[in-house]
């Protein structure tokens, strides 16, 4: 079974500042992939990044960056500097096995991030 | 087209009228989804197609009746809803047995039942 656990359930921030939302993740499978999403208050979910367990290069994109470890099973997400418009829920997801006929997400429960200006 | 359109965005409807929920995407994806959520929680599966054929339903009341007339579009019958049906509903598409791709979400209808 695969579990996804979002220990923050909210955080405040003043704008500009760093920002890091954890993820720790539970998976049998030796190979797995991990997304991060972010639902803004009008309620679309948006992709922000897929990574696989093959690969623990920590990926930066832009104000973004994540830090994958498997040692710890954790797939952490950063903001910098961040900004009003980063206030949203973010969830950690684990999609199912590949090839599986389980279509199934696993959802963490989301950290609701606020950005105060 | 990378995106998935719901519609209607809000609907507000009573607990004795018929109601539908529209969903299309024109990504190829050939499996899509429907997702409940509430408020302060994370999207909950209702039910998922996979090449135009329902495949997996979540014990969802029968009140939701889904529908998957072609490859590009997804129905959600609605019927004699309760007010605890009130969420945000959310449609969704993949490539079928590829999800580690990734799934791409529209933008949700809150529906309101009163």
């Known amino acids: 079974a695969q579990k996804v656990t979002q220990a923050q359930t909210e955080i405040s921030v003043v704008e500009k500042e760093d920002v890091t939302l954890d993820c720790v993740y539970e998976?049998?499978?030796?190979?797995?992939?991990l997304f991060w999403y972010k639902q803004p208050p009008s309620g679309e979910l948006v992709f922000l990044i897929r990574?696989?367990?093959?690969?623990?290069q920590n990926e930066i994109s832009g104000r973004y960056s994540w830090n994958f470890q498997k040692s710890t099973s954790s797939f952490n997400f950063t903001i910098t500097a961040s900004q009003v418009v980063d206030s949203a829920v973010y969830f950690c997801v684990t999609p199912p096995q590949s090839g599986g006929s389980n279509y199934k997400l696993t959802f963490g429960k989301g950290t609701l991030l606020t950005v105060n200006p | 087209d990378t995106e998935v359109t719901q519609t209607p965005k809000h609907l507000v409807m009573g607990m004795t009228n018929k109601k539908s929920l529209k969903c299309e995407q024109h990504m190829g994806h050939r499996a899509m989804y429907w997702y409940k959520q509430k408020a302060k929680k994370p999207p909950e599966l209702m039910f998922v197609y996979s090449y135009e054929k329902l495949s997996i339903n979540e014990s969802v009341p029968s009140r939701f009746s889904p529908e998957c007339p072609n490859s590009s579009l997804l129905n959600l019958h609605l019927h004699a809803l309760q007010p605890e049906d009130s969420a945000l509903y959310l449609c969704?598409?993949?490539?079928?047995?590829?999800?580690?791709?990734?799934?791409?979400f529209g933008s949700g209808t809150r529906l309101t039942v009163v």
């Open positions: 998976t049998r499978d030796t190979t797995y992939y």
């Open positions: 990574r696989n367990s093959f690969d623990e």
């Open positions: 969704a598409s993949s490539q079928v047995g590829r999800g580690n791709y990734g799934y791409t």
